[in-house]
């Protein structure tokens, strides 16, 4: 089994390719170990030192490290999820499905403004976004302003605030004129 690796504009974060699919659809975001239950891949890639967050996509893993260096988390990265697909086990625990994260609000009368965003992220800005390691969800459409939530590569990166602003924010301007802004959660 072959495992690439791609950097990621987040310096902190790595994007591991095993060839094969992660998860068949959605996406999971774990932030630290105690939140990694509900995947055996998670729970052993948190066992490497200096792993800090680990994000599955469809075809991919992301790992943000804390200050450890590459070049010793690495070679560990690589034999944990080269181990869990040559096992044969699944990535996540029985009955979990992708991570939904509650709790979006916008006004009833803006539901066809929020469906022309929602439909603009997913068929233009979450595949960009996915071949960086990272996602982009909608949570909220309130006076002109869209809210985003960023996983993933994209949580915490430098690049990000250049990302929303200039081109998620821009896109969404020019195909949506009720958008004025666009701030992440």
């Known amino acids: 089994m072959f495992i690439q690796t791609e950097a ?18 959605g996406t999971y975001d774990f932030r630290s170990k105690a939140d990694a239950g509900a ?4 729970e052993k890639l948190f066992d490497v030192p200096g792993v800090a967050a680990v994000f599955f996509g469809h075809d991919f893993v ?16 690589l034999g944990v999820i080269m181990e869990q697909f040559m096992s ?44 960086d390691g990272g996602d982009i969800t ?9 809210y985003l939530s960023m996983r993933g590569a994209c949580a915490g990166c430098p690049s990000s605030t250049a990302t929303l602003q200039h081109g998620i924010q821009n896109l969404l301007r020019h195909f949506v004129p009720e958008v004025e802004e666009v701030r992440p959660i």
């Not at 070049?71 to 560990?76: E, F, N, S, W």
């Not at 499905?97 to 803006?110: A, L, Q, W």
């Open 138 to 146: 909608f949570k909220g459409f309130k006076e002109g302003i869209v």
């Open 62 to 77: 992301t790992v943000t490290k804390d200050d450890t260096d590459w070049q010793h988390m690495k070679p560990a990265i």
């Open 8 to 25: 990621t504009p987040n310096p902190a974060t790595l994007k591991f390719l095993p060839g094969r699919v992660v998860l068949p659809e």
């Open 39 to 42: 995947s055996p891949l998670a």
């Open 88 to 131: 044969g086990q699944p990535v996540m625990n029985a009955g979990e499905s992708e991570d939904i994260e509650e709790g979006e609000f916008f006004e009833e009368g803006d539901q066809e403004t929020v469906a022309t965003i929602k439909e603009l992220l997913e068929t233009r800005v979450r595949p960009a976004v996915a071949q």
